[in-house]
């Protein structure tokens, strides 16, 4: 079955500290793979997708992932974490058709 | 420009009642989804629009939801009767084409008592 696991429910991390959150697909082939962040009252918004092409991918706010296919692993970075990162992340892969699969989601807290 | 945007933000009515949510797109976006996460669970695929017609439905739950986008611009969801079980946040997010970014709304977050 095809599906998306996000293994860390929470996170605490330090400001300032590094931030790591895992993903794990399963999917026959390599799908197409994103990362959301919803902030506190805020829509889901694009981090970064990865196609094809070069396995480390920057996005926005940055934030980067490393495409792994012997690993099926898409997994999020973050050099320098800001207190303003403190938002809910989601990992999501399409596949054939146009409708997204999404982990359930990694809450990431930022201590001061 | 504006972004997609969904009415209301929250909504809580009683079990048996009807509901309906609006979803606007970003304008000239043919592609529009609805998604739908419930208490602690992931966010799931509800429905695929390109422009009013229905392409992907295989995520409605039952037939008490109906999706309609009449002109193929704005998208209404409604929950008729709504149950318990259908609270959660309901998410819309609309796209250009089929391969390119899909746009999120905020959400609304549908509470059935």
């Known amino acids: 079955a095809q599906s998306v696991t996000q293994p860390d429910i929470h996170i605490t991390v330090s400001e300032g500290a590094s931030l790591e959150l895992r993903c794990n697909y399963s999917?026959?082939?390599?799908?197409?793979l994103f990362w959301y962040v919803q902030s506190p009252g805020q829509g889901l918004q694009l981090l970064l997708k990865?196609?094809?092409?070069?396995?480390l991918v920057q996005g926005i706010k940055g934030f980067e992932a490393e495409f792994k296919r012997s690993q099926s692993s898409f997994n999020l970075r973050k050099p320098s974490v800001h207190w303003s990162d403190a938002a809910e992340y989601f990992c999501?892969?399409?596949?054939?058709?146009?409708?997204?699969?999404f982990g359930g989601g990694t809450r990431v807290l930022v201590k001061p | 420009e504006a972004g997609v945007t969904q009415f209301p933000s929250h909504s809580v009515i009683e079990k048996g009642q009807t509901v309906t949510l609006r979803c606007d797109p970003i304008?000239?976006?043919?592609?529009l989804y609805w998604y739908r996460r419930v208490m602690g669970k992931e966010i799931k695929f509800l429905l695929h629009?390109?422009?009013?017609?229905?392409?992907?439905e295989s995520g409605m739950p039952n037939n008490r939801f109906l999706a309609e986008r009449t002109g193929g611009t704005y998208s209404t969801l409604k929950v008729q009767p709504a149950e318990l079980e259908d609270s959660g946040v309901y998410f819309c997010?609309?796209?250009?084409?089929?391969?390119?970014?899909?746009?999120f709304g905020q959400g609304t977050r549908l509470t059935v008592v």
């Open positions: 304008s000239g976006h043919d592609n």
């Open positions: 997010a609309s796209s250009r084409g089929t391969n390119t970014e899909a746009f």
């Open positions: 999501a892969f399409k596949a054939a058709g146009n409708k997204l699969t």
């Open positions: 990865y196609f094809s092409g070069d396995t």
């Open positions: 999917y026959g082939a390599t799908p197409y």
């Open positions: 629009f390109v422009k009013e017609s229905k392409q992907d």
